[in-house]
């Protein structure tokens, strides 16, 4: 049996695009928005707030343990819409094939696709499928955009950050970078660790509060990144207590084998909360509670001088300076 | 994994820290080297320097196998990248280092066929996989990589690859440190050596350094407690006036090292003088591949146009690199050079010492 390829012809506007779309995407990603196909989808808010983002989707490999390029590319905009303090509603999506894909695999994006839209409570509303020639793009290429509307509740900016507010994490950290990694041919390492891909809408709707200051969620360039962005937004110090850090053995061995810093390893499924101190252990608790932040720890807090950066107090007892990561990090020689 | 949080333990640490305290009490200024990159790193990252007295420096050495790698080198690697039908594989450290005129990775985004790697080995199955083009491996680092280098010239000769190539820029540590204690700028009162190293050449090549010179020598392992104890280790030498060869790192070093490692070192290398960049040529304190071997050597068997390699304005590498200065003392450091903008490989390499300094904002 031939494996089925996606062509150029599914691109052209054609009957096999037609009927592409009708068959894989309409289908799966089917409601009352979407199926009319028009030109523009028309949306009603009932809010007078909303939030809209769009991010690009070319990871690889395009499918590693834990998730695919489809899951990631819900995910990762339904929780850029999340930790704006919004709770996402429709999504566009846009994709981009490499002439020759094989049609097997991008049904499963597709499907996997339509269960984290269905995990995150979300609609696709709109679209674009491309096919571009051989060489052109690496595989599959997604961008999705969102509209979510913002909880009144929320009341998120660096401006109302202060010294004594609690830094929170909702679990162990860099597993998605570690699981990507090992999911690259190059590395023999075997292990079950699954990368953290998920929508953490639910998450952040459960502990949506004015006490809380800030969410980011640490994608790529880690938890480290996102506090150091955290402090020069606000202006204050950060400092954080590594021996609270919650991360998963595999993760750390991993990195203590290759010489990289979980730190500063992607996250696709954490959030990273500034709360007030009087109501961090009451938020904490209300995270603990669900199923996606049952591992959040208090890992430090604001301080009060303005420098604009997070120290570290290591476990073996000494302080240092937590930086950007720059450029990629790449595994040791020695 | 286990043994990871065990060798962080800050009680731990910290008594180990004031038993240094005690023991520094009274003594003049002591400068300790840190020989290997790793230790710098792990120094940094562990805010290690917090937690001992005014009176001791930790200084960094020459071992971060890509910083001692000499421009000529890269220029070489740049050139070798550029030839037809060639690949070079390499190690990621290497991709950003600015040779006088372009980097490997500048070479990469240009088009030229530069693949990186985790394994010597993996330049083999790349040969194997494309017969078409010439294979062409960076082989640089210190004894812990050389092994495994010659492991894959050992099976590229079993296999009869015709298209596996090696450009041999291995370096020797003990070469290295003899130099230093005999360069009189350089004021070094006791060494903290590497530890992978050590696990392959054993604790008796440092009898040299320790026995002839009368520099305390400490082999200790990478963790924060490994360190401290190392240098404890070391003050205590200096204090009671003694000079040997201490092993802190006993779980893994041995007195003779990894024998089947330095039979293939034996097997595939012989030593020859090799340059270092800052420092200069020192006398047998590189790897060839030997006579058996030769037909693997890049050098002999590609020409290449002359190239002119441009000397380092203002960086200063060669003197952090033999401890004379520290990175903050360059005109450069954190300014025109930075891990975005390197002008020197001490400043690219994950184990370099203007690295480190500069990623961990570290005291001098």
């Not at chain 2, 960076?138 to 010239?153: H, R, W």
């Not at chain 2, 790897?287 to 020409?303: I, P, V």
Request: glycine share 10%; aromatic share 8%; net charge positive.
């Amino acid at each position: 049996m031939t494996m089925k390829r996606i062509t150029l012809s599914h691109g052209s506007g054609g009957k096999l695009m037609h009927d592409l779309i009708k068959g894989l995407f309409v289908k799966n990603f089917g409601n009352p928005f979407l199926n009319k196909l028009g030109d523009s989808t028309l949306i009603h808010t009932s809010v007078e707030r909303f939030a809209y983002t769009t991010d690009s989707y070319v990871i690889n490999p395009i499918f590693f343990p834990g998730g695919d390029i489809g899951k990631l590319s819900i995910c990762g905009t339904v929780n850029d819409l999340s930790v704006s303090g919004a709770r996402p509603k429709y999504i566009s999506c846009g994709m981009i094939v490499e002439e020759g894909f094989s049609y097997n695999e991008l049904e499963e994006i597709t499907l996997s696709m339509k269960a984290a839209c269905k995990k995150a409570g979300v609609s696709i509303v709109t679209g674009d499928f491309k096919v571009v020639e051989k060489g052109a793009a690496d595989k599959i290429f997604i961008n999705t955009s969102g509209i979510g509307e913002v909880f009144k509740e929320a009341r998120l900016s660096v401006d109302y950050i202060r010294p004594g507010d609690k830094v929170i994490v909702s679990g162990t950290i860099g597993d998605h970078g570690a699981a990507v990694l090992l999911a690259r041919e190059e590395l023999k390492f075997s292990s079950r660790l699954l990368s953290d891909c998920a929508p953490i809408n639910g998450l952040v709707s459960s502990v949506i509060c004015k006490d809380i200051k800030f969410i980011r969620d640490p994608t790529r360039g880690g938890l480290a990144t996102t506090l150091n962005e955290i402090s020069m937004e606000s202006s204050y110090n950060i400092g954080i207590d590594e021996s609270q850090i919650p991360i998963k053995e595999p993760v750390k061995a991993l990195c203590e084998i290759l010489g990289l810093e979980p730190l500063y390893m992607a996250n696709e499924g954490k959030i990273v909360l500034i709360v007030s101190a009087k109501s961090a252990s009451k938020v904490l608790g209300r995270m603990k509670k669900h199923i996606l932040g049952r591992d959040s720890k208090i890992i430090g807090e604001v301080e009060t001088r303005r420098d604009r950066k997070v120290y570290l107090k290591t476990k073996a007892g000494g302080t240092r300076i937590l930086d950007m990561l720059t450029g990629e990090q790449l595994p040791r020689i020695c | 994994m286990k043994y990871i949080d065990e060798f962080r333990d800050n009680k731990i640490a910290r008594s180990i820290s004031r038993a240094i305290f005690k023991e520094a009490v009274g003594l003049p200024h002591i400068n300790l080297m840190e020989v290997c990159g790793t230790h710098t790193m792990s120094i940094g990252r562990f805010g290690i320097k917090d937690m001992l007295p005014e009176n001791i420096s930790l200084i960094s050495g020459p071992g971060c196998p890509v910083c001692v790698t000499p421009k000529a080198y890269i220029d070489k690697a740049v050139a070798l990248s550029r030839l037809h039908g060639t690949i070079v594989v390499t190690f990621g450290d290497m991709m950003k280092v600015p040779g006088s005129y372009s980097s490997l990775e500048k070479e990469k985004s240009k088009g030229g066929l530069v693949n990186l790697v985790y394994s010597a080995l993996d330049a083999v199955d790349i040969a194997e996989k494309n017969s078409d083009k010439k294979i062409i491996f960076l082989g640089i680092g210190f004894e812990t990589t050389s092994p495994t280098v010659a492991t894959s010239v050992i099976y590229a000769k079993k296999k009869r690859l015709k298209n596996f190539f090696i450009y041999a820029g291995h370096k020797l540590i003990i070469p290295a440190m003899k130099a230093l204690v005999e360069d009189i700028e350089v004021n070094i009162h006791g060494f903290l050596c590497p530890a992978h190293v050590s696990t392959i050449i054993g604790t008796m090549p440092y009898n040299l350094i320790a026995k002839r010179y009368g520099r305390p020598c400490v082999i200790a392992g990478f963790e924060p407690l490994d360190i401290l104890q190392g240098i404890l280790m070391l003050i205590e030498q200096i204090r009671s006036k003694k000079s040997k060869v201490g092993n802190q790192y006993k779980r893994v070093v041995k007195k003779y090292g990894n024998k089947k490692a330095l039979e293939l070192i034996k097997e595939v290398f012989s030593p020859k003088d090799s340059e270092w960049r800052g420092i200069g040529i020192l006398p047998q304190s590189g790897l060839a591949l030997n006579k058996r071997y030769n037909m693997f050597d890049a050098e002999a068997s590609f020409r290449l146009p002359g190239i002119k390699t441009r000397p380092d304005t203002g960086c200063i590498c060669g003197s952090v690199l033999k401890g004379i200065k520290t990175p903050v003392d360059c005109k450069l450091f954190s300014k025109r050079c930075t891990p975005q903008t390197p002008v020197g490989s001490c400043m690219v390499s994950s184990e370099g010492t203007c690295a480190a300094y500069y990623k961990y904002r570290m005291k001098t």
